[in-house]
T-cell receptor, first 116, second 116 residues
Framework: NAGVTQTPKFRVLKTGQSMTLLCAQD?????MYWYRQDPGMGLRLIHY???????AKGEVPDGYNVSRLKKQNFLLGLESAAPSQTSVYFC???????????????FGSGTQLSVL | AQKVTQAQTEISVVEKEDVTLDCVYE???????LFWYKQPPSGELVFLIR??????QNEISGRYSWNFQKSTSSFNFTITASQVVDSAVYFC?????????????FGGGTRLMVKP
């Protein structure tokens, strides 16, 4: 199984450009998440989804939009990229929320995004 | 609000030394879940352990051990006889039952460098 796959792995944008990051999982997981990782700040939750057709805001949602049209895919969009969005983005999935017994998140390999 | 603090931003040890990574958390929930993840230089996030708040047993897995102490709100991670392959960034994370485990909050990470 591929697990959680993120595309692209690297991207450079100019300020004001838009782009979409794609996350795909083949584990039939209900929950999917988008995090950003910045030096010294760990990972911060941007948006998450508890099932197909649902999305919710996380800790740092401003400047991002998401969609979960298919269970296996979770898209993260930047409508007008800003230098403050330069970061490493991680997608994750889990069968159910981490409140379920022994549940844990499975992570993709990350997308390095630079906004100039 | 939940919070995780990893006060050690960087630790350097020589191979075969023991090393402890500290994790202190804050939560108002009585039921919560604690995690450790490893991020090697390749960038992916690798799950190490999950501990539920109602299970205060310490755990040992090979050279790795975890000390969970509710009285001090700490979940420390010890590597015995460290090896160069242990060099990585280690993240402690917390999830509260009150948000159904949807929000995994990470600490800022501790970069461990093991020198030969």
């Amino acid at each position: 199984n591929a697990g959680v796959t993120q595309t692209p792995k690297f991207r450079v944008l100019k300020t004001g450009q838009s782009m979409t990051l794609l996350c795909a999982q083949d584990m039939n997981h209900e929950y999917m998440y988008w995090y950003r990782q910045d030096p010294g700040m760990g990972l911060r939750l941007i948006h998450y989804s508890v099932g197909e057709g649902t999305t919710a805001k996380g800790e740092v949602p401003d400047g991002y939009n998401v969609s979960r049209l298919k269970k296996q895919n979770f898209l993260l969009g930047l409508e007008s990229a800003a230098p403050s969005q330069t970061s490493v983005y991680f997608c994750a999935s889990s069968l159910s929320g981490t409140g379920s017994t022994n549940e844990k998140l499975f992570f993709g390999s990350g997308t390095q995004l630079s906004v100039l | 609000a939940q919070k995780v603090t990893q006060a050690q931003t960087e630790i350097s040890v020589v191979e075969k030394e023991d090393v402890t990574l500290d994790c202190v958390y804050e939560t108002r929930d009585t039921t919560y879940y604690l995690f450790w993840y490893k991020q090697p230089p390749s960038g992916e996030l690798v799950f190490l352990i999950r501990r539920n708040s109602f299970d205060e047993q310490n755990e040992i897995s090979g050279r790795y051990s975890w000390n969970f102490q509710k009285s001090t709100s700490s979940f420390n991670f010890t590597i015995t006889a460290s090896q160069v392959v242990d060099s990585a960034v280690y993240f402690c994370a917390l999830s509260e039952a009150s948000n159904a485990g949807n929000m995994l909050t990470f600490g800022g990470g501790t970069r461990l460098m093991v020198k030969p």
